[in-house]
């Protein structure tokens, strides 16, 4: 009886410690994090086994280092072959677009870069920023792939689409696609169960920010609309034949993030 005294004094000190360390690591660990995966498939090209391709989601203004430099030594190291940005890289909280300018600045020579919209680059509250990032993308030769696409082999057996962010649903501005190894790039992550059904063959995606809160083992807390452990917040999901990579994003919510550090994603292709 004694040792079971003993035992729960014991445990009464030290789960309230493993508590708050485990919340302070949550909350704390906010190191920027290079996330890689690797897609196999037949459709890649022989010449492109190895392909890089980078992405950069839902930056919101965040900055890392002074003048971007952490971000930009990232995607430096990873030697990308392209960049794609898929959305909310500005919102209406932030006055300017100074950081933003920094990061395109310093990455625009390290590979091409493609952009979509996302949610926020559309609210008519944050216009006026997004009209200085088109302006900032048109001179740092940042192409916009909104409802466009792009061969990016010599063969033209690899098609990269863009598509705006779409607040009615996108189920409406898709068409299905067949021939070669078709990539679709485009904001919302939580649309998966549809724009799987178009034939894509990878699909980069964000908007989610992983869920916010993130539990170990578990996964994403809060979705954009209220919802409790969303289905598609934050990494590596297969439908119909479809990958998608779903960045968990760089930038912060009203919430703070936990368990859950900014990110940013590259896929390696393989010629299987």
Do not use: W
């Amino acid at each position: 009886m004694r040792k079971i005294i003993k035992f729960i004094k014991v445990l009464c000190i030290i789960f309230p410690i493993a508590l708050i360390l485990f919340v302070a690591v949550g909350f704390l660990d906010t190191r920027l994090k290079l996330t890689k995966y690797t897609y196999k498939s037949e459709k890649v090209p022989e010449s492109m086994d190895g392909y890089k391709i980078l992405q950069i989601s839902d930056l919101h203004h965040k900055n890392f280092g002074k003048h971007q430099k952490n971000l930009i030594n990232m995607v430096k190291d990873a030697k990308p072959d392209i960049i794609v940005l898929t959305g909310d890289i500005v919102d209406k909280n932030h006055e300017d677009i100074v950081d933003v300018m920094y990061l395109i600045k310093g990455i625009c020579d390290v590979a091409p870069i493609y952009y979509v919209t996302g949610n926020h680059e559309q609210d008519s509250n944050a216009s006026a920023n997004f009209s200085e990032l088109r302006a900032l993308f048109e001179e740092y030769g940042v192409i916009d792939l909104c409802e466009s696409s792009v061969k990016l082999d010599k063969d033209n057996e690899v098609t990269l689409y863009g598509h705006s962010y779409q607040a009615y649903g996108i189920a409406n501005s898709l068409e299905r696609v067949e021939k070669g190894l078709n990539i679709l790039i485009y904001h919302d992550s939580t649309t998966f169960d549809i724009t799987s059904q178009y034939g894509f063959d990878i699909i980069f995606a964000g908007h989610s920010h992983g869920g916010i809160i993130r539990i170990p083992f578990v996964g994403g807390v809060c979705g954009n609309s209220g919802e409790y452990f969303p289905k598609y917040a934050g990494g590596r999901f297969e439908e119909n034949g479809t990958t998608m990579f779903a960045s968990k994003g760089l930038g912060d919510a009203q919430i703070p993030r936990f368990y859950n550090p900014p990110e940013v994603v590259l896929v390696t292709l393989k010629h299987k």
